[in-house]
T-cell receptor, first 116, second 108 residues
Framework: NAGVMQNPRHLVRRRGQEARLRCSPM?????VYWYRQLPEEGLKFMVY????????ESGMPKERFSAEFPKEGPSILRIQQVVRGDSAAYFC??????????????FGSGTRLTVV | GIQVEQSPPDLILQEGANSTLRCNFS?????LQWFHQNPWGQLINLFY???GTKQNGRLSATTVATERYSLLYISSSQTTDSGVYFC??????????FGTGTLLAVQP
C-alpha cells in the first residue's frame, strides 16, 4: 500500500505563474482533503472532495485557487497567478467512506511551494 | 469558531525525560488526532483518540471528551522524538482543525 502520494515534493514558481499540485489517495480511499501550512503555523483546511464532487470548499481562498478530483487520475490543487504569500507546504490527506473517514485520515508528505 | 489550544508552545528535554502535552478544545468532539511533524516536514499520525486512552510504545494519549481536553504522554524521550506535535479536532464534518502545535526539542 503506497500511501497518499503527492508530487512534486518541491515546486518553485515565479510570481504570476501557475502551480499545479497533485495528490493520489490511498488505494480504496474515495475522499481527498487539502490543507495548507504557512511557515511557522499549523495546518489549515482548504477543501474536501470526493470523486467529481467538491463537498466543502470553505477554506479555499476566493480567487486564484481551485481543486478537482476527477473520475480518473489524481486530485489537483491549482493556484493561478501565484504570489509570494502562496509560499507554503500543501498537504493532501485521504480517507475511505465518510462513516469510516475520520479513522482513516492519512496525510501525504506534502508539496513545498516557493514563489520567487 | 471552534478553538483548539495546545500547551506548552515549546519544550526542551534531555534524552530519557518524560513529558506531557495538552490540547484543549471548545466544543463536543467526534474526532481527535495527534500528529508528529518531524524536522523534515513529514506528518505522522500518532493516535486517533476521540475518547479514552491508547498506548503505542513510549507514547500514550488520553482524551476526556466531557472536559474537552486531550493529553499526549511521551516517556523516555529520544532525539528522534524532536519536532512539532499537533492535535487536530474534528467535529460534525470531516475536516480537521489543527492546534498551533508544541515544538519539542530532545537534547542528547
Amino acid at each position: 500500500n503506497a500511501g497518499v502520494m503527492q508530487n512534486p515534493r518541491h515546486l518553485v514558481r515565479r510570481r504570476g505563474q501557475e502551480a499545479r499540485l497533485r495528490c493520489s489517495p490511498m488505494k480504496g480511499h474515495s475522499h481527498v482533503y487539502w490543507y495548507r501550512q504557512l511557515p511557522e503555523e499549523g495546518l489549515k483546511f482548504m477543501v474536501y472532495l470526493q470523486k467529481e464532487n467538491i463537498i466543502d470548499e470553505s477554506g479555499m481562498p476566493k480567487e486564484r485557487f481551485s481543486a478537482e478530483f476527477p473520475k480518473e487520475g489524481p486530485s489537483i490543487l491549482r493556484i493561478q497567478q501565484v504570489v509570494r504569500g502562496d509560499s507554503a507546504a500543501y498537504f493532501c490527506a485521504s480517507s475511505p467512506q465518510y462513516q469510516q473517514g475520520l479513522k482513516g485520515y492519512t496525510f501525504g508528505s506534502g508539496t513545498r511551494l516557493t514563489v520567487v | 469558531g471552534i478553538q483548539v489550544e495546545q500547551s506548552p508552545p515549546d519544550l526542551i528535554l534531555q534524552e530519557g525525560a518524560n513529558s506531557t502535552l495538552r490540547c484543549n478544545f471548545s466544543d463536543s468532539v467526534n474526532n481527535l488526532q495527534w500528529f508528529h511533524q518531524n524536522p523534515w516536514g513529514q506528518l505522522i499520525n500518532l493516535f486517533y483518540i476521540p475518547s479514552g486512552t491508547k498506548q503505542n510504545g513510549r507514547l500514550s494519549a488520553t482524551t476526556v471528551a466531557t472536559e474537552r481536553y486531550s493529553l499526549l504522554y511521551i516517556s523516555s524521550s529520544q532525539t528522534t522524538d524532536s519536532g512539532v506535535y499537533f492535535c487536530a479536532y474534528g467535529g460534525a464534518t470531516n475536516k480537521l482543525i489543527f492546534g498551533t502545535g508544541t515544538l519539542l526539542a530532545v537534547q542528547p
